[in-house]
């Protein structure tokens, strides 16, 4: 419906390469919108569609997709694997904030950590994927929350609130790859593919640190897991509802950071340009 407004036509296909779902094609001035038919779920079929609407209307992307040709251009596979190109991260950003809209979506998560009731409730009336919806919260939560996307008990991606990027050093580091803990519902989950199959449900509450070294030794993590069904992965929700306020938990992570840099040196010498760029945690390992 969308797209038909902008009169952009759509057409559901088969026999597209593996990993791809959608694609947006041009030819002169004409565009249009190729979706797979072997999108698994309604919700990630809207999903794709919208990313590329995203692709359609975002400045500079057409540019880039067809560099002033014609042409195909299909989309890699949706939000089940972390992306890096930035034309594809706009593109998701772009059909979130189309799928579920930043000031209804606020209205359903009023109150305080509402987690994967909140997540249901998104999906529920936006029509999209769990995944979907996770991220959307993770992006408009207020309290520091993780939605992290596993596959047999390993890390494929995750999420993070503002709240937690706040706290600074630990909450930033990439997780990708790693195992979850064994105590956690979501490992549990993981070693049952029954229940993990029907969207069934564990939870638990462990020390932040058994999920991510160098969070505070005190602070709690509440977990929330749910099985992805066909996906056969798992979606969990992590809530650290006591970590210090990001102000003061900036100042620790940033005089952590000085007494490892000053050890590391040697020398305790101040006033290196570059330590600025360490401490906001711009390096290129976080994927
Ligand atoms: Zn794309």
Redesign the pocket.
Known sequence: MIANAKQLPVEYNDGFPEGVYGALWRSGNAFGIIVSNECPTAGHRRFTLA??LG?YHLDGHVEQLFRGGDGLAP?LAGHFRGRKDP??VE?DAFAGELLVPTPFARSLLDGPSVGMRGVLRLRDAFDVSLSCAAIRYAQLADEPLVVVLSKDGVVEWTARSEALWAQGGWARRPWKQEWVPRRSGTRRLAGDAARRRTGADDSSELLACEWCEGAPPSAVAVEEAIGLGIFDRILTILRFPDLPDPDTAYLLAEREEREAREARDGSGRRGDWRTGLRTYGFDSTDD
């Open positions: 990313h590329e692709h989309s034309i594809e593109a």
